[in-house]
């Protein structure tokens, strides 16, 4: 769970809870009968769960009030989208369903995960397998299940692996095989990769970073990095790039604008769209959404959008 999210939710001592309980040790004041406790440590997984926390700010502060943890269809009610919208858009998180209760992956356990799914796509492609027509049973079949259940039970292992298909592969027109989903697969790398950054990096040793820890086969590709990142060119013609994800940004559109505006006065369209994905509906466009809180310009036929 990020820090800097969990101050707006909840008070430093329901922080130290949650702290002790994801560092992978339980101390002796913890007990699942603490709503934060049975947050941390869903009773259906307790002792080996310490690395799977409930999901969303709305599930965090009901349970912590007490409430008991949401299945999602309780969660889908919650926040006023279809089944199929909200399947659509946890496809961004690391979020799979357990038990009929809705779970996130934290930072340390998607690095292991995605650390050993880079090793299966490797050995698949030596072993002569085609990652365009991958069947899902050549990964359940492989050591991958085995060395990901060694961190949490096998029942665990076997919807993170359903997580890693929703998330990182596509189904192919013949229903049966997989393909890789590349810019997928990009942007949690880079995610990872910048989450932990305090300002720009150089582009080029950032691609270079990135690069050696792809899977052979695939190539980065620069798309991964809309609404996780803001890249600018320097005077030298050089480009660097910040952490930015419209996953932290805050609820309120003023104070996102505000952010956003604060890091560069002119946005393309297209690039701030990422960061206001949460506001948007089917029919609902940015410019729309923005009525009487910005400037529109075009140049070369594209628009830019710039603070009043």
Not at 111 to 134: A, P, Q
């Amino acid at each position: 769970m990020d820090k800097s999210n969990s101050d707006e939710m909840t008070e430093s001592t329901v922080l130290t809870r949650v702290a002790q309980a994801t560092s992978g040790g339980r101390s002796r004041d913890v007990s699942i009968s603490n709503p934060v406790d049975k947050f941390v440590f869903s009773d259906s997984f307790l002792e080996e769960s310490y690395k799977l926390i409930e999901v969303s700010n709305e599930v965090f502060n009901y349970v912590i009030n007490g409430g008991e943890p949401l299945s999602l269809h309780e969660f889908c009610l919650r926040i006023a989208l279809s089944m199929e919208q909200t399947e659509e858009k946890l496809k961004c998180y690391p979020i799979f369903e357990f038990n009929g209760s809705v779970f996130m992956l934290d930072d340390t356990g998607r690095r292991e995960l995605f650390r050993r799914l880079v090793d299966f796509i490797d050995d698949y492609m030596k072993s002569g397998g085609d990652t365009s027509h991958l069947r899902r049973r050549s990964m359940v079949a492989s050591d991958i299940l085995n060395e990901v259940s060694t961190f949490y039970s096998l029942d665990v292992a076997e919807s993170l692996i359903n997580w890693v298909f929703h998330m990182f592969f596509e189904l192919n027109d013949d229903n049966t095989t997989y393909c890789i989903n590349r810019v997928r697969l990009c942007r949690e790398l880079s995610y990872l990769t910048l989450k932990n950054t305090t300002n720009y990096v150089s582009f080029d040793e950032f691609e270079k970073e990135v690069l050696v820890q792809l899977p052979a086969v695939i190539n980065f590709d620069e798309a991964c990095l809309k609404g996780i990142a803001h890249i600018k060119t320097l005077k030298n013609k050089q480009r660097q790039l910040m952490y930015l994800n419209s996953n932290d940004m805050p609820l309120d559109i003023d104070q996102r604008l505000k952010i956003l505006f604060r890091i560069s006065r002119t946005w393309s369209t297209e690039d701030m769209a990422e960061y206001f994905k949460d506001f948007l509906g089917s029919s609902e466009t940015l410019l729309k959404l923005l009525t009487n809180k910005i400037r529109v310009s075009q140049k070369e036929g594209k628009q830019f959008i710039h603070p009043l």
